[in-house]
């Protein structure tokens, strides 16, 4: 009951999305300085944070949201509220150490937060290894709580009947739509099963992650390479580990193609290797990235012209693109689990013809 | 390329490996298993019902061809049976009529014989009634014609006549 509760809640935040990402914005400004305040905003809601930042009165300058923890390790851990940045503008004291945050980077500085630069301009203090809860991780960390509940609840469902609860009439086609159209055509019904909770993990934890950063809360959490870095390379390792032994030959010992051939294709094939998880990487962090870049500079063009008739042509537009990342969430969640299942296929795939 | 690796975190890294792998774990255990074991068994189970269904509505038809097959033979042993016993009826009704021809036949003839007799015997007793009855006559003429000695004597001269001696 609880997690269908959350899930309506999940379906009005999305459906609310537009509106709302206009209201919070809603900030009269010179139209100069709108225009760069805008690039700011984007750039800055692309980054991870290390406050829950919702929104800013500007013409008062509040700030509203809630801070977040920091730990640092730098001899010895270091564990404070991201609320003693005072957003970036103080220094923050801990255990005798001064932090101070610039670009989205903590450095260690001295009392006064002073920060030495190179020619390029670079900052050259040292770093701490940084472990802070930021934004994107208590979203990840709320997003799996949520995805966790929602799916324990649907499971459990089960046990009362052969016809799952509200959630899981919902989740099943989808689940079955994982097995049987991405697992079992890509891997083959021999294998495909030690590969199913991987695949249904990562096609709804990216499905859910993309979603939420269409919410008004600002979360981009695919739109960091970290988190996209770190899908991939799961998948790099598993695709490796589960390898049989036909997947090492094909790379280094191409079967059916004359010795030189064997020898040109080898590099080729064994760079395919890292590429093919680096793509995997680098499509999601894009599409993503791309989606909240486009649909913040159409919210900020509402608040560039001043002419209604454009402001309602760009609210058509927003909406309408709104409903175009919708369909980028689901997409992007379908590929990548979709050419996971490929990558696993291969490396399981058993050939008894040999091309 | 120094952009992305620019923007690479490694607490995020860190957390969103550690937090996937925790999310991967829990679902495997309390999600994954129980949802496909249940979708697979409710396959199965449909499956197999379907299965039944078909072998039922095969028994099914066996069970009526049978059904025919049998109606037909007691259908046939019927007719079988009746026929012959329109035979027997039929044998047993012929000779039960000669069987009556016969005693009849024989009963009138035994009749017939009795008449006979009976008629025999008739006749027989009135040929010794009339022998009485001409002896008795016989008898009381003689009486008469015998009566006065003269009579007698002329009846035995008659006699005497009569008789010629040879």
Redo the contacts between chains.
């Keep these: 009951m609880q997690g269908k509760k959350i899930f309506k809640l999940l379906l009005f935040l999305l459906l609310i999305t537009p509106s709302l990402t206009i209201a919070s914005e809603e900030v009269v400004k010179e139209e100069s300085s709108v225009k760069s305040e805008i690039k700011q905003d984007i750039m800055h809601h692309l980054?991870?944070a290390y406050d829950f930042h919702l929104f800013t009165d500007k013409t008062t300058g509040t700030h509203y949201g809630f801070p977040l923890p920091i730990?640092l390790w730098d001899n010895g851990l270091h564990v404070f509220m991201s609320s003693k940045f005072h957003h970036g503008e103080a220094v923050a004291e801990s255990k005798g150490n001064y932090y101070k945050v610039y670009h989205n980077k903590i450095y260690k500085t001295d009392a006064e937060g002073t920060l030495s630069k190179d020619e390029d301009g670079h900052v050259t203090n040292a770093k701490p290894?940084?472990?802070?809860?930021?934004k994107?991780?208590f979203s990840?960390?709320l997003i799996?709580l949520l995805?966790?509940l929602l799916?324990?609840g649907?499971?459990?469902s089960?046990?009362k009947s052969?016809i799952?609860n509200a959630v899981?009439k919902f989740m099943?086609p989808l689940?079955?739509f994982v097995?049987d159209e991405i697992a079992i055509p890509n891997i083959g019904e021999k294998h495909y099963k030690k590969y199913?909770?991987?695949l249904?993990?990562v096609f709804f934890?990216i499905w859910f992650v993309n979603l939420t950063g269409l919410t008004p809360l600002g979360i981009n959490v695919t739109g960091?390479?970290?988190?996209t870095?770190?899908?991939a390379?799961?998948t790099f390792l598993i695709t490796q580990f589960t390898s049989k032994k036909d997947y090492w030959k094909h790379i280094f010992w191409m079967p059916g193609v004359p010795v030189p051939m064997k020898f040109v294709l080898a590099p080729i094939e064994l760079l395919g290797v890292f590429i093919k998880p680096f793509a995997l990487m680098i499509r999601l962090y894009a599409n993503i990235s791309a989606g909240h870049i486009v649909l913040m500079s159409l919210v900020g063009l509402l608040f560039v012209f001043q002419n209604w008739f454009a402001r309602g042509a760009f609210l058509g537009l927003t909406l309408f693109l709104s409903i175009i990342e919708l369909l980028v969430a689901f997409l992007q969640a379908y590929i990548f689990t979709m050419l996971t299942a490929l990558y696993f296929g291969g490396a399981v795939a058993e050939h008894d013809d040999h091309h | 390329m120094e952009k992305l690796i620019n923007e690479f975190s490694v607490g995020l890294f860190f957390w969103q490996t550690l937090l996937f792998l925790v999310l991967l774990f829990l679902l495997k255990k309390y999600a994954w298993k129980p949802i496909l074991n249940a979708v697979n068994e409710r396959e199965k189970s449909i499956e197999d019902a379907l299965n039944k269904a078909e072998e039922a509505k095969k028994e099914m038809a066996e069970l009526k061809s049978a059904n025919e097959d049998l109606l037909k033979e007691a259908r046939v042993e019927r007719d079988e049976m009746l026929k012959e016993a329109r035979t027997l009826k039929d044998k047993i009704i012929a000779e039960a009529k000669t069987k009556a021809n016969e005693d009849a036949e024989r009963i009138v003839a035994s009749a017939r014989e009795s008449i006979q007799h009976e008629k025999m015997a008739a006749v027989t007793e009135l040929k010794n009634q009339v022998a009485v009855l001409s002896i008795e006559i016989a008898e009381k003429i003689l009486k008469q014609e015998l009566s006065s000695e003269a009579k007698q004597s002329s009846m035995i001269s008659s006699v005497v006549d009569d008789i010629q001696l040879n």
């Design positions: 980054q991870d730990i290894l940084d472990f802070s809860i930021t994107s991780v990840v960390m799996s995805i966790f799916f324990r649907f499971a459990k089960y046990k052969h799952p899981g099943e689940v079955l097995r199913m909770s991987y249904l993990t934890f960091n390479i970290a988190v870095f770190c899908l390379l799961i």
